[in-house]
């Protein structure tokens, strides 16, 4: 898997220093799992941070401080993943740190437009979702109110920013209108973690708002 878009440094600076709210850090940690060259920054701004740390004046600390900072660093890791047990409604092909979390039913949202939601307890006002665009599907035309995540798992798009197939990474906010469309030879499934609202915009979307809470 040839990988072109990425996680900016700033996200994944925030995902290192374990400050990424969890919507948000479940769809940076998928991309994780498919991506060595973010694995390794990851782990260099984990350096930092500790070289920052050692570099402070000692100060007591508590005696499971040390575990309870393992256990954030730990994170969405290898270890949650073992935790994680199979459910029957798993989506073939989900990153394995999704495996614990249920599943709604794939829902119509508009033509050739499909989501599942991921019920994520203590994801608060960030919505973590999979979306399905069916080949050649020209998804509305949309801005955001807030930031928006998403990591292609399978099949692709292109919009004015470029093409996006399987484990690229793309991030949106306030300052992006876009419009994709779906490749034609299959459809697109991704996982996004949507903070605020989407804003249909056009045609399709005057359409559709009236319907789309998304
Ligand atoms: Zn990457």
């Given at each position: 898997?040839?990988?072109?878009?990425?996680?900016?440094?700033?996200?994944?600076?925030?995902?290192?220093?374990?400050?990424?709210?969890?919507?948000?850090?479940?769809?940076?940690?998928?991309?994780?799992?498919?991506?060595?060259?973010?694995?390794?920054?990851?782990?260099?701004?984990?350096?930092?941070?500790?070289?920052?740390?050692?570099?402070?004046?000692?100060?007591?600390?508590?005696?499971?401080?040390?575990?309870?900072?393992?256990?954030?660093?730990?994170?969405?890791?290898?270890?949650?993943?073992?935790?994680?047990?199979?459910?029957?409604?798993?989506?073939?092909?989900?990153?394995?740190?999704?495996?614990?979390?249920?599943?709604?039913?794939?829902?119509?949202?508009?033509?050739?437009?499909?989501?599942?939601?991921?019920?994520?307890?203590?994801?608060?006002?960030?919505?973590?979702?999979?979306?399905?665009g069916a080949p050649g599907?020209?998804?509305?035309?949309?801005?955001?109110?807030?930031?928006?995540?998403?990591?292609?798992?399978?099949?692709?798009?292109?919009?004015?920013?470029?093409?996006?197939g399987a484990g690229d990474?793309?991030?949106?906010?306030?300052?992006?209108?876009?419009?994709?469309?779906?490749?034609?030879?299959?459809?697109?499934?991704?996982?996004?973690?949507?903070?605020g609202r989407l804003k249909?915009?056009?045609?399709?979307?005057?359409?559709?708002?009236?319907?789309?809470?998304?």
């Open positions: 898997m040839t990988i072109h878009h990425h996680p900016s440094n700033e996200t994944l600076a925030t995902y290192a220093a374990g400050t990424l709210d969890l919507g948000r850090r479940l769809v940076v940690a998928s991309h994780l799992d498919r991506c060595d060259a973010c694995r390794k920054a990851v782990r260099g701004f984990e350096q930092v941070a500790g070289t920052m740390l050692e570099d402070l004046p000692p100060t007591t600390m508590s005696a499971d401080a040390l575990a309870r900072t393992l256990a954030r660093i730990d994170g969405l890791g290898a270890d949650e993943s073992r935790r994680a047990s199979f459910r029957e409604d798993f989506e073939p092909g989900l990153p394995a740190c999704l495996r614990r979390y249920e599943l709604g039913r794939w829902r119509w949202i508009g033509p050739g437009v499909e989501m599942r939601s991921i019920v994520v307890p203590g994801a608060n006002d960030v919505r973590v979702f999979l979306l399905k599907t020209r998804l509305p035309q949309h801005s955001h109110s807030g930031t928006e995540l998403t990591l292609i798992l399978d099949g692709a798009y292109a919009h004015e920013g470029g093409r996006f990474f793309e991030e949106a906010d306030e300052s992006v209108e876009h419009r994709p469309i779906v490749s034609d030879d299959e459809a697109c499934i991704c996982l996004v973690a949507l903070e249909l915009s056009g045609f399709m979307g005057a359409l559709l708002n009236p319907f789309v809470r998304l």
